[in-house]
């Protein structure tokens, strides 16, 4: 049945795939191409509602073409005009969750075969087992392959993913992007069992996965009539514009007291609000600000209702209304500004250095509100300097050791945004606010672990760790002149040439990215050394007088082998367990517990 007026409804990605519908792509589109920056970003926005950042989250427009309508015994099948790369993605999903599933025996299997037969294929009698998604044709070998493989996994029989028109490469972008996917399932799947310590079990994580993308991930389907074209449509809706941030939104809001006169707008823009946006560090933190700065006023916020939460907040202004939305804005801004954008000057010391260190370990912009709050209410004398910078380093070990081990920051964004009302500046009910029941702070003995066997050299806080222990093994004043930090592995990523004698190819794998194996140089004497042998390196490194951790190493050891690696994580340890401590016997935070201090 067709239509000539153009329908645009909002709909759930479970709404499209649990539908009769075939999608079909033309074939003519373009292949898939979305790569792992592509995934990543998607999984990163499934994250955020997982966290409880937002409730749902927007995914853009859908074009659709409807070709032939769903009857008692077929599917119906729509033409994708645009969405492809979106909609293959979430499809692909959804198959790497039914294939994850499918090993981990019931309730897994029963998730599994209930994802392939609700979402993945169809049930009708003339189009059984035929996927609801049809790729480009020259993406067809890919699809097949994937789809195949998957439900062999899962004991699925009859699935039709044989076109017989089928061509393309056995392998390309469709083959890769699964396996980012499949990595990206199986990378949240370690992080919870870690960070849960089991409390958490594979299947909740996968079920919460996919109840994520089906029911809370939104979208805009235009379903064209016949009067529309769809290469026109399609081209209109992918031309670039400008896009109205939340930064626009509010600056509206905010000038909108002043319509009915110009001149006074004018004014208020030069003289209140443009000195306020002046004082940001660039548009990128303009844009972010007002999340966090919305969370201070209610934990409840999400990225979604953040406008609306702060117009709620300046409808009883009366008086001079542009002055005092300003006055509220600017409230955290220094604050935000020293932790976003390492703008350190307006902060005190001990302060000052803890939020140093926050800013150059890439913290987390979960942390955003309470540090804001923190911050200010010590520049507004309401905190000590001392309990501040306390709080500060129990947040830095928390996130250090997390590190370490390897737990991705997810769930913390529900921890912190609820902090300051739960803690204020107390550093012991920070500590105990810090946990939850996925949320752990790792224990002594499995930081230790991480420190002596852990990959330290893949980890984003790699240059961080080093620079701090370099920091604290140097003399004198080294932050204005501090050089930029090149991680060196002192036994080389090759094992070969005199190398071979020093380490077997165990303890080669077991400690090469180990924290102990390396050292901070500089980029031109780590282009120098290259895979030198261990008196070649020492020679070659006598100028390397900036990093002072690195020049004792080197000046102190006959040679570099396997026990010379756990004899320095033997002096590393104590240093970082006193550097990045625990903060006492997590026994000792029960009575906080039962006051309700820590997070659920």
Not at 198 to 211: C, K, M
Not at 314 to 328: L, Y
Not at 385 to 395: F, K, N, P, R, Y
Not at 433 to 455: C, H, L, M, N, Y
Request: charged share 25%.
């Amino acid at each position: 049945m067709t239509h000539e007026q153009l329908d645009a409804d909002p709909i759930l990605v479970l709404d499209r795939f649990d539908d009769e519908i075939v999608l079909a792509c033309p074939l003519f589109q373009r292949r898939f191409v979305w790569g792992e920056r592509n995934i990543k970003q998607l999984f990163d926005d499934i994250d955020t509602v997982i966290d409880g950042a937002y409730t749902k989250r927007f995914l853009g427009a859908l074009v659709f073409n409807n070709e032939a309508p769903t009857t008692s015994a077929a599917a119906g099948r729509y033409w994708i005009i645009d969405g492809q790369q979106r909609l293959t993605t979430l499809y692909l999903i959804l198959v790497a969750v039914a294939e994850q599933a499918s090993a981990m025996g019931e309730p897994g299997i029963e998730l599994a075969r209930d994802t392939f037969h609700t979402y993945l294929v169809s049930n009708k009698k003339n189009t059984k087992g035929v996927p609801k998604l049809r790729p480009t044709l020259v993406d067809s070998k890919q699809f097949e392959t994937i789809l195949n493989r998957a439900a062999v996994k899962c004991g699925i029989k009859g699935v039709q993913a044989s076109p017989s028109l089928a061509v393309g490469d056995e392998s390309g972008a469709m083959r890769q992007g699964y396996k980012v996917i499949m990595r990206c399932i199986s990378d949240r799947l370690m992080s919870t069992r870690v960070s849960a310590e089991g409390a958490v079990s594979d299947f909740s994580t996968l079920e919460t996965l996919r109840e994520t993308i089906l029911e809370r991930l939104e979208l805009v389907e235009i379903r064209l009539g016949l009067e529309h074209d769809p290469n026109e449509v399609f081209d209109r809706l992918n031309k670039e514009g400008e896009r109205l941030g939340i930064i626009d939104l509010v600056r509206n809001e905010v000038l909108k007291h002043l319509d009915a006169d110009p001149k006074a707008a004018q004014a208020a823009y030069s003289q209140e609000w443009k000195p306020f946006e002046d004082a940001f560090a660039d548009d990128s933190s303009k844009a972010k600000y007002f999340f966090p700065f919305a969370l201070t006023l209610s934990d409840s916020v999400t990225q979604a209702t953040t406008f609306s939460t702060l117009s709620n907040d300046w409808k009883e202004i009366t008086d001079d209304p542009v002055a005092e939305i300003v006055r509220r804005l600017r409230r955290h801004q220094s604050a935000y500004n020293a932790i976003h954008s390492a703008r350190l000057q307006l902060i005190d010391e001990p302060v000052r250095e803890q939020v140093r260190r926050l800013t150059a370990l890439n913290r987390p912009s979960s942390v955003y509100p309470y540090v804001m709050q923190l911050l200010t209410a010590t520049a507004e004398g309401d905190a000590s300097t001392s309990d501040a910078a306390e709080c500060l380093h129990v947040i830095e070990s928390f996130l250090i050791r997390r590190a370490f081990c390897g737990i991705e920051p997810t769930g913390l964004h529900a921890i912190f945004k609820r902090l300051w009302n739960l803690a204020g500046s107390d550093a012991r009910a920070v500590r105990a606010g810090i946990v939850s029941k996925t949320v752990t702070f790792p224990s002594d003995a499995q930081f230790e672990a991480a420190i002596r066997f852990g990959d330290l050299y893949h980890r984003k806080i790699c240059s961080y760790v080093l620079e701090e222990y370099e920091r604290a093994h140097t003399s004198g004043d080294i932050l204005k002149s501090y050089p930029s930090i090149t991680v060196d592995h002192v036994a080389p990523q090759e094992r070969k040439g005199s190398w071979a004698a020093s380490f077997t190819p165990e303890e080669h794998a077991e400690l090469l990215h180990t924290w102990a194996n390396l050292v901070p140089l500089s980029s031109e004497a780590n282009s120098s050394k290259g895979t030198s042998s261990w008196i070649e390196a020492q020679s070659k490194l006598k100028l390397e007088t900036v990093f002072s951790t690195t020049k004792h190493l080197y000046d102190s050891h006959v040679e570099w082998n396997a026990d010379s690696v756990r004899q320095r994580g033997d002096v590393l340890v104590p240093w970082a367990l006193a550097r990045w401590p625990e903060f006492g016997d997590p026994a000792d935070f029960s009575a906080l517990e039962t006051q309700g201090l820590t997070g659920q």
